[in-house]
Every structure is written in structure tokens, then in C-alpha cells.
């Protein structure tokens, strides 16, 4: 497993005894960081924009009919990520959807988090990752629709997959390099590893730390802190033995919703 590299993260870390200090290692892992960000904040910047203009293009033509559907089927070409385009009512029922999906059509999603923010802030939020029925997981990037008078009427939804959207630039960017990409959630939620299956996993409840509390008291430093760079002890790929790694971090996300971004790679037994 991979993705304990990024909950190790801490303001300050000491080098440990056996590390492998490397500043060419140290460096390049840095700009590759770097460029990850920009490009992922672009990305989610690019939906944000869409979900905009949507949103602003509804309060011309209503919230259903033709028009909304043709409106919802360009925003859907936004991002390789993007999977679904929702109009949401002001009441929290969904006016519209592309592609259409027979049992989202017509729901009353008013008891969602992220559909109650949108309308009571009547500002655009970006959710936490939530699992889908189909399987997978998503978030999605919200728009409150006003009407002419400066009435919040409903609000448009891009549901998106974090794991599409970071894979997208996590893989060719540490191609032919001794480095993984992980992001999570503050609190622990894995977003995005080389390793589908944990994604979705809350780190911070696994009982495989235990024998690692070092681990453990940095991940709760890491939740407090937007970037840094730690080491720390853990197990290599298929759980053989424990070896030191290194992390790099820093963080990208919308609308008060935050991601930590991780680059790792192992440094000596």
C-alpha cells in the first residue's frame, strides 16, 4: 500500500539514521510537485468554469427542456473526469441530467451537504469525495443559478472523479522515476494512489498502523498543514519489509475544499 507515505506528513521531521539524503532526489521531486499542482489546479479550475457559465446560461433559459440539455451535454466535455452534469431545483429535486440516468432523474437530493451549502451560502462549493452506486467515487463542483431578480432558483453539479483527474497528471509526470503520487483529503481519505484499491480508504481507521504510531502522530500533524516534507518508517510495496520514505506535499482544491498532494519514494531500510 502506498498511500501511508502522504500520512506521515508533519510541519518538521528529523533525518533518521539509515536515510539516504539525495538533493538532486530532493529537487527533482520538488518541481515535479510543483508542476503537478498547477496543472491539477487548472483542471479543477477548468470544471469550476464550466459549472459557471452553465449555471449563468440557466438563469436565461430555465432550469429543464432542450436547451438544458444541450447545455449540460457541453459541460460534460469539460474534463475526461467529468461523468455527470446535474440541474438541481431550488426545492433540491433534480430538474435535469446528462447522460440521463433514469433513478437520478426527479430525486430530491435536499438532504445531500453538499446541495443544503450551495443554496444556503449561495456560492459555488466543491464536496469531499462521496462513493457512487455503481461503484467508484466522485465529487462533485457546485453552482448556485440566479434568476433575474438575484433569487437563487436551483444550482448546477459537475460530478467528476478525483482519481481520473490526478491520474491524468500523477502518471506521465513520475514515468521513468523512483517516485508515487498519492492525494487524500485532509483527513485521511484517499482520493487518488497508483493502487485503485485505496481509494476511498480513511487512513487514520486502519489498524495496520498500530505498529507504526510514528506514522500515526505525523498524520494528525498533516491534516494542519498545506505543504512540507517528512520521513518516516513504513512497509515497501506488497507489505514485505519496512523501509524509510520521503515525502514531499502541498495542497490544491476550490472553494474552501482542499486536497494534500503527495510525491514519495524510498530512501534505505
Not at 76 to 96: H, K
Request: charged fraction near 20%; aromatic fraction near 8%.
Amino acid at each position: 500500500m502506498k498511500w501511508m507515505p502522504l500520512l506521515a506528513l508533519a510541519a518538521c521531521c528529523a533525518v533518521f539514521a539509515g536515510c539516504v539524503h539525495s538533493p538532486a532526489a530532493d529537487s527533482e521531486m520538488t518541481v515535479i510537485l510543483d508542476s503537478m499542482q498547477g496543472e491539477i489546479n487548472g483542471a479543477l479550475t477548468a470544471i469550476d468554469r464550466s459549472a459557471e457559465m452553465t449555471a449563468a446560461n440557466l438563469s436565461q433559459t430555465g432550469l429543464a427542456g432542450p436547451d438544458v440539455d444541450a447545455l449540460l451535454s457541453e459541460a460534460l466535455e469539460t474534463d475526461p473526469s467529468v461523468i455527470t452534469a446535474t440541474v438541481i431545483a431550488r426545492n433540491g429535486t433534480v430538474a435535469a441530467v446528462q447522460p440521463y440516468i433514469d433513478e437520478l432523474a426527479g430525486a430530491d437530493l435536499s438532504d445531500q451537504a453538499v446541495v443544503q451549502e450551495v443554496f444556503t451560502r449561495e456560492a459555488p462549493v466543491m464536496s469531499d469525495l462521496f462513493a457512487l452506486r455503481e461503484g467508484g467515487y466522485a465529487a462533485t463542483i457546485e453552482h448556485p443559478v440566479f434568476s433575474s431578480d438575484g433569487e437563487v432558483i436551483g444550482a448546477v453539479s459537475l460530478a467528476f472523479q478525483p482519481e481520473v483527474l490526478v491520474r491524468r497528471y500523477a502518471e506521465p509526470a513520475v514515468a521513468g522515476t523512483p517516485y508515487t503520487v498519492m492525494a487524500l483529503q485532509p483527513g485521511g481519505l484517499v482520493l487518488y494512489d497508483a493502487d485503485p484499491g485505496e481509494i476511498g480508504k480513511e487512513t487514520l481507521n486502519d489498524t495496520l498502523y498500530a505498529d507504526f504510531p510514528e506514522v500515526l502522530d505525523a498524520a494528525r500533524k498533516y491534516a494542519e498543514n498545506r505543504s512540507g516534507h517528512t520521513t518516516y518508517s513504513f512497509y515497501a510495496a506488497g507489505y514485505g519489509t519496512v523501509v524509510r520514505k520521503e515525502a514531499y506535499w502541498t495542497t490544491v482544491g476550490l472553494h474552501r475544499t482542499e486536497w494534500r498532494l503527495s510525491i514519495i519514494r524510498e530512501i534505505g531500510a
